[in-house]
C-alpha cells in the first residue's frame, strides 16, 4: 500500500515536470491499470459489514417494511447476478493486459456484492423482488459480442445511474447494514463506472464510423425496457405507486439526461429524445 503511494506521489512529481509523461498518463490504458491498482487498495470484506451491530434495514420488525426492503435487496441481488457475469466475461474477452488485469478487481467486487445481498436477503422476509424487464436487459447484454457494447451499456449507462439509486438508498437507510452495504457500493461503483468510461474511450477511438453508428442503434433497442425496468415495481410496492409517480417521472427524466450526457461524452448519437 505504501509502495503504490509513494508510487503514485513519484508519477505526480514527474507529471508536473514532464508535459510527455502527463500525456501518457491521459491515455486510457494507463489509466486502467490505475483503476486497477485503486480497486485493490480500497477492495473491502464483507465482514466489515456491522452484521451483529445494526438491524439489517430500517423498520424491519414492520411486516409491511420488511417486505419493501426485502424487495429492493431482491432487486439488487438480481442486478448483481448480472454483473458478476458481465465482468466475468469481460475479464475473459477483453484484448488489453492493462484492462484485465481491472476486469480480474471488478469480478472480486461484484462476486463480494453478490455475497452482500445473499446473506442481507437470508435476513428478511422472502419475497419475489425480481424485474421480469431486468432480465430482459441483461439477456440483450448477454447476447452481444460486442465489448463496446457491453462496456457501454453494462458500466457507462447501468452502473452510473445505478449510482444514483446507491444514493437514495442510502439517505433512506442510515444505521443498517443496508445502508453500511449502499455506502461500500457507492465507491465500488463509481470505480466501475469510470473505469467504464476510460476504457469505451479507448475501444472507441480505434472503432470505425459504421461501428459507431451500429452502436447507436444499439442503444434505441435498450431504451424501452431500461424505461420499463426503471419504473417497474414489484408487487410489495404497488402500494406505492400513486404517493412516487411524480417521484418516478423526475427520476426518469434524471436518469434519461444522466444516459444521453454519457453517450454523446464519447462521441456517440444520444439514445433518448427529450
Ligand atoms: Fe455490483
Ligand atoms: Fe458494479
Known sequence: MEADAERESAEQALAATDPGEAARKRDPLRRMLRFYRTAKRTAWNIDDLPWDAEPPVPRHETERWNLLWSSVVQQQLQADRTAVAAASRLLLDVPDMEAKLYYSTMVQDEARHLEGWTRLAEQLQPVDGFSPYFDELSHMLFNSEMIEERVLVFQVLFEGCALEAFREI??????????????????????????????????????????????????????????????WRPPVRRWLSRTLAEHDKYIVHRNQTLINTAVTDLGLKAPFDI
Not at 442510515?174 to 461503483?189: H, P, Q, R, Y
Not at 444499439?218 to 419504473?231: G, R, S
Open 170 to 231: 442510502s439517505k433512506a437507510t442510515e444505521k443498517t447494514i443496508l445502508g453500511a452495504m449502499a455506502n461500500k457500493l457507492l465507491i465500488d461503483d463509481a470505480i466501475h463506472h469510470r473505469s467504464g468510461v476510460t476504457y469505451e474511450e479507448h475501444l472507441l477511438a480505434r472503432a470505425s464510423p459504421s461501428l459507431k453508428r451500429h452502436l447507436s442503434e444499439v442503444l434505441k433497442k435498450y431504451t424501452p425496457v431500461y424505461i420499463a425496468n426503471l419504473t
